[in-house]
């Protein structure tokens, strides 16, 4: 089982819709979790770290469930420009120094 | 404002051939990483570095090298590069944490091609 799993996608929804994503991860002791963006062939950049109380930044907003291990983002009112990969994050099993990276959920969002 | 600086941007190479990927920071981060990034697979941990002349392997260490000898640049060294090492690289830095809590800040890769 990987460590943190995402479903590929893609996405594909109408500007204006909301879309949510969801992450399971194994780590039960894991304490940090992040969402990063990943635009085509660029780096991957921090979108928003999620807390355990939820948090919401504009359009965005991140959830956490400990009791069934996953987290959820939620985007409303997308946007052309909300199009890319979603990477779910979380600190390693075996060492606090680490984050592990999902593979990421594509969303595409059409005209 | 630079971040974090990876040098190449694209490099071809043939198998057997050498090389050396480096990464600057200017942000003063104690932690820095490289990652590998293939099609389907996410990012995986190649090597990374808690501080100035430490270094430790990470999830795909095999056939790359790395030195940490200042702390601003971490380099990454493939010895003799083989066609499974073609890939997107990304070097990563933090500042230090405990719980990891500190997220990490990309550089905008290298891409490497080995014929």
């Known amino acids: 089982r990987k460590e943190v799993e995402q479903d590929p996608g893609p996405f594909n929804v109408p500007e204006g819709a909301t879309v949510a994503f969801n992450c399971t991860y194994s780590?039960?002791?894991?304490?940090?979790f992040f969402w990063y963006r990943q635009d085509c062939r660029k780096e991957p950049k921090l979108l928003m770290s999620?807390?355990?109380s939820g948090n919401e930044d504009g359009r965005f907003t991140a959830q956490l469930n400990r009791a069934s291990q996953y987290i959820s983002l939620l985007i409303r009112d997308s946007k052309l420009s909300d199009s890319a990969t979603y990477l779910c994050?979380?600190?390693?099993?075996?060492?606090?120094?680490?984050?592990?990276f999902g593979s990421g959920t594509r969303l595409l969002v059409r005209p | 404002n630079a971040g974090v600086t990876q040098t190449p941007k694209f490099r071809v190479l043939k198998t057997g051939q050498s090389m050396t990927l480096l990464c600057a920071q200017d942000?003063?981060?104690?932690?820095m990483y490289w990652y590998r990034q293939d099609p389907g697979m996410g990012l995986r941990l190649i090597h990374y570095?808690?501080?100035?002349?430490?270094?430790a392997k990470g999830e795909v260490p095999d056939g790359y090298n790395v030195s940490r000898l200042k702390k601003q640049n971490f380099l990454l060294g493939l010895e003799s590069a083989a066609p499974s090492q073609t890939s997107v690289y990304f070097c990563?830095?933090?500042?230090?944490?405990?719980?990891?809590?500190?997220?990490?800040?990309f550089g905008d890769g290298t891409r490497l091609s080995i014929l």
């Open positions: 990563a830095s933090s500042y230090p944490f405990l719980d990891g809590s500190q997220p990490q800040h």
């Open positions: 999620v807390y355990s």
């Open positions: 570095s808690v501080g100035e002349g430490t270094t």
């Open positions: 942000m003063n981060h104690e932690y």
């Open positions: 994050v979380v600190n390693g099993m075996d060492s606090s120094y680490k984050l592990i």
């Open positions: 780590n039960s002791a894991s304490q940090s």
